[in-house]
C-alpha cells in the first residue's frame, strides 16, 4: 500500500516568507508527527497529533510554526516569517495508534532552504 | 535536543567485515529503535527493542540493549557495500509517545 507522502520534496523560500509543508499519512493511521533534521544531526521531534488534535506540540521551537491535522488524516505545517535557521529537512512520520511499540513509518521529507 | 549520542560517528569497513555502532540515551525507555537513512531523506525501521528485553535478531541484524548502562549496540553482519547509509538510535522515552533521535553513525561499506 501506500506510504507516507510529503509534499513538496523541495520548498526554496526568501526571509520572511510563509511556508506550508504538507504530509499524508498511511491510511488509518491515527499517530501523526513531524520531525526536522538539520544537516548531519538527528531528527529532531516537533509536534504529534493523536487524531486531529495535538497531543503534544513540546518539540516546536517558537510561534512561528504551527500545525493543524483537520479532518485527522492530511497534515500541515506551516512556518511564518521564515528565517535562515529554518533551512532543514521537515520528516513526517505516522503509526498505527501513537502506542510506544508501534513501528513510526516515515515519509520522504520535505527540504526547505531559506535564502 | 538529542536524547542520544552515538559512537562512532562515521564507520568505515570493507565488505564482508561487520559493523558495531553504539548509542547512549538519557533517560527511562519503553523501548529502543533503529533506523537506517539513505542521502538524508526517508528513515526506515530497522528493528525495536523492549525495554526489558537485552538482545534481539533481526536477519544479518542484532540488537542489545543494557537499561542500567542506558546504552544499546547495532551489529550488522557480512556488511555488504549496499549496507552503506547513516543509521540512528531513537528512543521511546517513558511517558512520551515521539522518538528521540541520536546523533547517528555513517557507515560506509567499501566493495
Known amino acids: 500500500g501506500a506510504g507516507v507522502s510529503q509534499t513538496p520534496s523541495n520548498k526554496v523560500t526568501e526571509k520572511g516568507k510563509y511556508v506550508e509543508l504538507r504530509c499524508d499519512p498511511i491510511?488509518?493511521?491515527?499517530?501523526l508527527y513531524w520531525y526536522r533534521q538539520s544537516l548531519g544531526q538527528g531528527p529532531e521531534f516537533l509536534i504529534y497529533?493523536?487524531?486531529?488534535?495535538?497531543?503534544?506540540d513540546s518539540g516546536l521551537p517558537n510561534d512561528r510554526f504551527f500545525a493543524v491535522r483537520p479532518e485527522g488524516s492530511v497534515s500541515t505545517l506551516k512556518i511564518q516569517r521564515t528565517e535562515r535557521g529554518d533551512s532543514a529537512v521537515y520528516l513526517c512520520?505516522?503509526?498505527?495508534?501513537?502506542?510506544?511499540?508501534?513501528?513510526?513509518?516515515f515519509g520522504p521529507g520535505t527540504r526547505l532552504t531559506v535564502l | 535536543s538529542q536524547q542520544g549520542e552515538e559512537d562512532p560517528q562515521a564507520l568505515s569497513i570493507q565488505e564482508g567485515e561487520n559493523a558495531t555502532m553504539n548509542c547512549s540515551y538519557k533517560?527511562?525507555?519503553?523501548?529502543l529503535q533503529w533506523y537506517r537513512q539513505n542521502s538524508g531523506r526517508g528513515l526506515v525501521h530497522l528493528i525495536l527493542?523492549?525495554?526489558?528485553?537485552r538482545e534481539k535478531h533481526s536477519g544479518r541484524l542484532r540488537v542489545t540493549l543494557d537499561t542500567s548502562k542506558k546504552s544499546s549496540s547495532l551489529l550488522i553482519t557480512a556488511s555488504r557495500a549496499a549496507d552503506t547509509a547513516s543509521y540512528f538510535c531513537?528512543?521511546?522515552?517513558?511517558?512520551?509517545?515521539?522518538?528521540?533521535f541520536g546523533t547517528g553513525t555513517r557507515l560506509t561499506v567499501i566493495p
Open positions: 512520520a505516522s503509526s498505527l495508534n501513537g502506542q510506544s511499540y508501534n513501528e513510526q513509518f
Open positions: 491510511s488509518g493511521h491515527t499517530a
Open positions: 497529533f493523536q487524531g486531529t488534535g495535538a497531543a503534544d
Open positions: 533517560t527511562s525507555i519503553n523501548n
Open positions: 527493542i523492549r525495554s526489558n528485553e
Open positions: 531513537a528512543a521511546s522515552q517513558t511517558g512520551a509517545n515521539n522518538l528521540f
